[in-house]
């Protein structure tokens, strides 16, 4: 059984945020691309988190 990684789940948000480049264009503030890094690191951590937990339940599971 996979579940995304950490790394994976990062690069499809990046991917999705690199598909409005305007975002960045217009607003030009150090100050939110450090947010925005923020926040994707913390998602994409919590997601793996989540998704490694599903794995072990489902391995710790009696089979039938």
């Known amino acids: 059984m996979h579940s995304a990684s950490k790394e ?4 499809i948000i990046l991917y999705h945020l ?13 100050y939110i691309d450090e947010l925005i890094e923020v926040l994707v690191e913390g998602v994409s951590d919590a997601i793996a988190r989540s998704n490694q937990s599903v794995v072990d339940e489902l391995t710790r599971a009696p089979r039938r």
Do not use: A, G, S, T
């Not at 994976?8 to 690069?11: A, G």
């Open 8 to 11: 994976d789940i990062k690069r």
């Open 18 to 30: 690199d598909q409005k480049p305007d975002l960045k264009y217009y607003i030009n503030n150090p």
